[in-house]
């Protein structure tokens, strides 16, 4: 049985969240999913750094919302969406629950609320350079 108990992020599991403070583009192909320059990013053990984008600055028409729902215990239940393109490459074609996003995330990660995050093996996430 999983336990639903809150970890609190420290020196054996840190997460670390700050401003990007550049240009962050999402894109699948072509199509400009995402583009932001007020992204975070969230830095956690050992994983690759994820690019937080404010769910304000994603366009919300290719999103559709999923039924899944993951659990982490150090950032709280996660949501997702998928992909749709228009007559393009959709759900089906991989970009089922490509994105996700943390609602309500714990106090600990509080700033990644309202923000969504994309598997990087699904959707191009550029950081521009200075």
Known sequence: MTTREPRIPGPDHPITIEETGLRVVARVGAQVVA??????TLREATY?????????DVDQTLLAASDTQT????????SYYSIVLPGGPDAEDG????VWSYREPYASVARIAGHV???PDRVQVVVEAA
């Open 35 to 40: 583009d932001t320059s007020r992204a975070l």
């Open 117 to 119: 995050a994309f598997y």
């Open 48 to 56: 690759p750094p994820v690019q937080y984008i404010p769910l304000d």
């Open 95 to 98: 970009l089922a629950d490509a």
């Open 71 to 78: 659990y982490c215990p150090y950032k709280g239940d996660a």
